[in-house]
């Protein structure tokens, strides 16, 4: 009797082990996943981080109502024909998707046939 205890015991045993296998499996590929959406904002990030700092530069000596002044001022000054094409073309070059199918997201395989086919339009 004994003997069909022990081998009882053992394939719980092993059912216990493949079980807790397929978790680990299961969190592994959640790390995964975890880890490039992290990869992903970060590069995000500092481009978003770099696009600032190239077109507000910060300067302690101008308080915010001048800032906003000035930034109403060149918005002001931008407001031509094509502007929307421009602001699109610079998006794509600073690295981001214009296309309908991946709006906003950050390019990371090189060039995109959807955006560059919308630029050509």
Excluded at 16 to 24: K, S, V
Excluded at 31 to 46: C, F, S
Aim: proline share 2%.
């Amino acid at each position: 009797m004994e003997k069909k205890n022990i081998f009882a015991q053992m394939q719980d045993m092993e059912a216990q082990l493949e079980h807790m296998r397929a978790t680990l499996g299961d969190w592994k590929q959640t790390v995964k996943e975890l880890m490039e959406a992290n990869q992903r904002l970060n590069l995000e990030n500092e481009q978003l981080r770099k696009i600032l700092k190239r077109e507000a530069p910060l300067d302690p000596k101008v308080d915010s109502a001048e800032a906003e002044a000035l930034l109403a001022a060149r918005e002001g000054a931008e407001e031509v024909v094509g502007e929307g094409y421009d602001n699109l073309a610079r998006l794509y070059h600073e690295g981001f998707h214009i296309c309908n199918v991946y709006f906003g997201h950050l390019r990371t395989e090189g060039d995109c046939l959807f955006c560059l086919s919308f630029l050509n339009k």
